[in-house]
């Protein structure tokens, strides 16, 4: 039994989620490699290797990867994963993107988003939006599998895995990468930070989350958003967290104007601390926060800005 | 160009769900469905685009009971043209779904298939991605942004750090995502019009393709309860306990 890890990276840095992807990995075997698909990426290659967990990196380096489309990092993986029983990557936008594909290419049904390992053939899953946990069972003779990264730890640099090389299959271009718009941001990553604090509607508009800004700088936190807000134009879409958004877990997850539409909810609930503040004491946020604080936001925002 | 839409029945998202005591599922009986949320942004950008000229014709199609026709009406009151009901009563898991639209897709050679990123049921957001795979075609999952030229399509794409931009060769197949457009509601008069479209029923079985589960689901049951915390009066309060109790801030 052997399992395969997909890296996600940018060609020069290995995304944090891929640790997890490698923690999911560790959890279902003993074996794990990693496969990194990307041009000019020996450095992502290197990084992998020293994962704790991690056997052995499978490089391929090729042009056709650089940009990291669906269709040819999926080939490209194809081509290296024969002898594996499982092939894992985190469920982010690009694990989403990609996995279905092989699992596909390779007749199973892929197991999403799982939460946990039970054994080999057998994972925990959340359905309608976390409400519900589902215990599935597997039995495709190789499992394709994508993995929420906040369930599983990051397990530390302590490798030293050999790195190969493999040639990219031959590839027919069927999409071209036109360009990106990246987020720029000097914070750590929503789903990576240990804290996170998110605005929803009661925010009223965007410039308001410069109030959010000022405490998201004391506290090195990330600054996330309810869909409402999102909806409302206040912030871009990838501040989202909920069920539809971003998954995340930090340490402390402080909601500032969110009511707690269950959509919210599934996507911040298994927060270690979480902490509320909204005028409307009836809000359903209230329901999960350790502390609340009923009172007007924008009074309450300067005053902990200047306590911290 | 033909335009596939793939659609699915779910309970309506507005409805609280409740885990069954045996812990064999999701109670189903008497709850409201209703389409997929993501299924509706999918047949609204079909209708969009063939306001826009780029689309001649929109078919839309489901894999269920009976019961899924409502939902195909809903579609053609919205805009499609006509409707295709795979007929089981049988769970049918996202590999077995796209089997069948591979099979509709050889069958109704339509230039570009769309569908939502997800289910609201299962969460699973693979189909679309299994059937570009199936159709050996490009995908644009998580659009917000579609645009045909001819017979290329240039999508925006909701990514974690922000967005992309792809451009592919039809037939593609995308997925839809939250922003890609705020579907319109169905009017009286398309509604009776839609009365009158042409819906056909295929049984399952018709289209050759093996639906067989490849998973067993053990259990379902209820997520760990978070329960409330306590309210604080003041900011000195709440830093306080962030500090000393909780021990999250310094």
Redesign the interface.
């Known amino acids: 039994m052997s399992t395969l890890v997909i890296a996600e990276h940018n060609n020069a840095e290995l995304n944090a989620a891929s640790y997890r992807a490698i923690a999911a990995g560790c959890a279902i075997s003993d074996s794990v490699d990693v496969v990194v698909a990307g041009s000019g990426s020996q450095a992502v290659a290197d990084t992998a290797a020293s994962a704790t967990g991690v056997n052995k990196v499978i490089h391929i380096d090729d042009a056709a990867l650089a940009h990291q489309?669906?269709?040819a990092v999926?080939d490209a993986v194809l081509s290296v994963a024969e002898s594996y029983t499982h092939i894992v990557s985190a469920a982010?936008?690009?694990g989403?993107?990609?996995?279905?594909?092989?699992?596909?290419?390779l007749?199973?049904?892929?197991?999403?988003?799982i939460t946990a390992v039970i054994d080999a053939d057998?994972f925990e899953r959340?359905?309608?939006?976390?409400?519900?946990?589902?215990?599935?069972?597997?039995?495709?003779a190789i499992k394709v599998i994508t993995a929420r990264s906040t369930a599983f730890d990051v397990m530390g640099e302590s490798g030293s895995a050999e790195v190969t090389s493999a040639d990219a299959p031959a590839y027919t271009a069927?999409?071209?990468?036109?360009?990106?718009?990246?987020?720029e941001s000097e914070r750590p990553e929503l789903?990576a930070a240990s804290?996170v604090i998110s605005g929803g509607r009661g925010m009223g508009n965007g410039e308001n989350f410069v109030m959010l800004e000022r405490i998201a700088d004391k506290?090195g936190a990330a600054i996330g958003a309810s869909?409402a807000a999102?909806?409302a134009g206040f912030v871009?879409?990838?501040y989202q967290v909920g069920?539809?958004g971003?998954i995340v877990a930090p340490?402390?997850y402080i909601a500032v104007g969110i009511s707690g539409a269950?959509q919210h909810l599934a996507g911040m609930?298994d927060s270690?601390?979480?902490?509320a503040i909204n005028k409307d004491?009836e809000a359903p946020i209230?329901?999960?926060?350790?502390?609340?604080?009923?009172a007007d936001l924008f009074s309450?925002l300067p005053?902990?800005e200047s306590?911290? | 160009m033909k335009v596939l839409v793939a659609i699915k029945r779910v309970v309506d998202p507005y409805v609280k769900i409740r885990v069954k005591d045996d812990e064999s599922g999701i109670e189903t009986a008497n709850v409201k469905m209703s389409m997929n949320p993501f299924c509706e942004i999918a047949v609204e950008e079909a209708v969009r685009l063939k306001e826009k000229g780029a689309v001649e014709e929109i078919v839309a199609v489901t894999i269920g009971s009976a019961q899924c026709q409502e939902t195909l009406r809903t579609a053609l009151a919205l805009g499609a043209d006509r409707a295709i009901h795979v007929e089981t009563d049988a769970t049918v898991e996202s590999l077995g779904v796209a089997k069948v639209l591979k099979a509709l897709v050889d069958e109704e050679q339509p230039g570009l298939v769309i569908m939502g990123k997800q289910s609201i049921d299962t969460d699973n957001n693979q189909t679309g991605q299994m059937l570009a795979a199936m159709m050996d075609c490009p995908q644009a999952t998580f659009v917000s942004e579609v645009t045909i030229d001819g017979d290329s399509l240039t999508a925006v794409r909701e990514i974690d750090g922000g967005l992309e931009t792809l451009k592919m060769s039809l037939p593609a197949v995308i997925t839809t995502d939250l922003r890609l457009n705020e579907p319109r509601f169905a009017s009286l008069p398309n509604i009776m019009k839609a009365k009158r479209k042409p819906l056909d029923t295929k049984p399952i079985a018709d289209l050759g393709v093996d639906v067989t589960p490849r998973h067993e689901i053990l259990s379902v049951s209820k997520p760990a309860e978070r329960s409330a915390g306590i309210k604080v009066e003041s900011v000195d309060e709440l830093l306080d306990k962030l500090r000393n109790e909780a021990k999250v801030i310094e």
């Open positions: 489309t669906a269709e999926a982010t936008t690009f989403k993107n990609v996995s279905p594909r092989i699992a596909a290419k007749d199973v049904m892929q197991i999403s988003d057998t959340p359905i309608y939006a976390g409400n519900a946990i589902a215990k599935v069972k597997s039995n495709d069927k999409s071209e990468f036109v360009g990106s718009e990246l987020t789903t804290v506290l869909r999102v909806d871009p879409n990838d069920q539809t971003k340490e402390l269950i609930k270690k601390v979480i902490v004491e209230f329901e999960v926060a350790d502390y609340g604080l009923v309450v005053e902990i306590k911290l």
